[in-house]
């Protein structure tokens, strides 16, 4: 597809500067842009990456006050809204799933699967489970006996849900991510001679995701001792994240990629933890509340505020520690001072 910067602004609510008969094939970033791309910046501070882009025409905020490079410029007053938008305009459409059971799946008797769902090749239902209207269910995956799944969700290839999992509406798990599994927890014994035994504590629980729920690739969520593993409505997970056995967290909460929250911690409401960040097991972060990138949590966190380092502390604290060897050095250097002043 070949649209015009004319064409481009019109679609997505912006006014032309510059050569508005500049044609467009593609979006892409400030640093990969080429000839024929439309590409975008959003803040002033990027000055010099939009100097150096190749971009054949940007989208920039009404506020944009430096030069650019490129033929033309749509000026808008949300770039990321934009950037979508222009980014929607281009894209391959989706790939539409038929509804039906392919012939390679294993889908036992006793399963209810509701109306226009897909079930992919080579994927396994086992008995008991409910699979709500308008799912798709993609190749190779598992639903384990007596999981309930709501309306539209979409489950992606390799993902694993075990037993009893629940899910709600247009829930939507990414490949390979595995819910349900048996959480961290043995008991060990030493006997008179010394000799140490382990033995595993059952796993009775189930884990429940709630309506709109994200979860990214590779992405672990453990089944609950006892009771529940839950994760709120509308909250994301990326990545690679680890959800250990009777966490709670709360609704339109992010938790970003690598990061890991021990057994029976509670995640408040609209919580944000950082990348690799770790919360200890039976601790609170409060409604709010952010962990940043690879702090170490040992204590509750309280609403609203913003922790890091290891062990977290607030940001105003861990950065008083980070620059007092500076602080001493500078003082340090003006004692040296004073006392050649004074003949000390």
Same mark, same amino acid.
């Given at each position: 597809?070949?649209?015009?910067?004319?064409?481009?602004? %019109?679609?997505?609510?912006?006014?032309?500067?510059?050569?508005?008969?500049?044609?467009?094939?593609?979006?892409?970033?400030?640093?990969?842009?080429?000839?024929?791309?439309?590409?975008?910046?959003?803040?002033?501070?990027?000055?010099?990456?939009?100097?150096?882009?190749?971009?054949?025409?940007?989208?920039?905020?009404?506020?944009?006050?430096?030069?650019?490079?490129?033929?033309?410029?749509?000026?808008?007053?949300?770039?990321?809204?934009?950037?979508?938008?222009?980014?929607?305009?281009?894209? +391959?459409?989706?790939?539409?799933?038929?509804?039906?059971?392919?012939? /390679?799946?294993?889908?036992? %008797?006793?399963?209810?699967?509701?109306?226009?769902?897909?079930?992919?090749?080579?994927?396994?239902?086992?008995?008991?489970?409910?699979?709500?209207?308008?799912?798709?269910?993609?190749?190779?995956?598992?639903?384990?006996?007596?999981?309930?799944?709501?309306?539209?969700?979409?489950?992606?290839?390799?993902?694993?849900?075990?037993?009893?999992?629940?899910?709600?509406?247009?829930?939507?798990?990414?490949?390979?991510?595995?819910?349900?599994?048996?959480?961290?927890?043995?008991?060990?014994?030493?006997? +008179?001679?010394?000799?140490?035994?382990?033995?595993?504590?059952?796993?009775?629980?189930?884990?429940?995701?709630?309506?709109?729920?994200?979860?990214?690739?590779?992405? /672990?969520?453990?089944?609950?001792?006892?009771?529940? /593993?839950?994760?709120?409505?509308? /909250?994301?997970?990326?990545?690679?994240?680890?959800?250990?056995?009777?966490?709670?967290?709360?609704?339109?909460?992010?938790?970003?990629?690598?990061?890991?929250?021990?057994?029976?911690?509670?995640?408040?409401?609209?919580?944000?933890?950082?990348?690799?960040?770790?919360?200890?097991?039976?601790?609170?972060?409060?409604?709010?509340?952010?962990?940043?990138?690879?702090?170490?949590? +040992?204590?509750?966190?309280?609403?609203?505020?913003?922790?890091?380092?290891?062990?977290?502390?607030?940001?105003?604290?861990?950065?008083?520690?980070?620059?007092?060897?500076?602080?001493?050095?500078?003082?340090?250097?003006?004692?040296? %001072?004073?006392?050649?002043?004074?003949?000390?």
């Amino acid at each position: 597809m070949i649209l015009t910067v004319k064409e481009i602004a %019109e679609r997505i609510g912006g006014a032309v500067d510059g050569d508005g008969s500049a044609e467009i094939s593609a979006v892409a970033g400030l640093e990969e842009a080429r000839p024929g791309d439309l590409s975008f910046c959003k803040d002033p501070k990027h000055v010099k990456a939009v100097a150096g882009t190749k971009a054949t025409a940007l989208i920039l905020p009404e506020t944009w006050f430096e030069p650019f490079p490129c033929a033309a410029a749509i000026r808008v007053a949300a770039p990321d809204e934009a950037c979508m938008a222009a980014a929607a305009i281009f894209a +391959p459409p989706a790939p539409v799933r038929a509804p039906g059971i392919h012939p /390679t799946a294993i889908v036992a %008797e006793n399963v209810s699967i509701g109306r226009n769902v897909h079930i992919g090749p080579y994927t396994v239902i086992e008995r008991g489970a409910t699979i709500g209207d308008g799912c798709t269910i993609e190749a190779q995956v598992y639903i384990g006996e007596d999981c309930r799944i709501g309306d539209g969700c979409h489950i992606y290839p390799q993902t694993t849900l075990r037993e009893g999992t629940v899910l709600g509406k247009r829930v939507i798990l990414h490949c390979g991510v595995r819910i349900g599994g048996d959480g961290y927890g043995y008991t060990h014994e030493v006997s +008179p001679d010394g000799k140490i035994s382990i033995s595993k504590i059952p796993q009775l629980g189930i884990v429940e995701l709630g309506d709109d729920v994200e979860v990214g690739s590779n992405t /672990t969520i453990d089944r609950a001792r006892l009771g529940r /593993t839950k994760v709120g409505a509308c /909250t994301k997970i990326d990545n690679l994240v680890q959800v250990a056995h009777n966490v709670q967290i709360g609704s339109c909460s992010g938790l970003i990629a690598q990061c890991g929250v021990a057994g029976s911690a509670h995640i408040g409401s609209g919580v944000l933890i950082w990348a690799q960040a770790g919360i200890s097991g039976h601790i609170h972060v409060n409604d709010r509340a952010q962990v940043g990138p690879q702090a170490g949590v +040992p204590q509750d966190v309280p609403a609203g505020s913003y922790v890091i380092g290891t062990p977290a502390g607030s940001l105003r604290d861990v950065a008083a520690i980070a620059l007092a060897p500076k602080a001493i050095s500078r003082l340090r250097a003006d004692v040296k %001072e004073l006392k050649k002043k004074i003949g000390g």
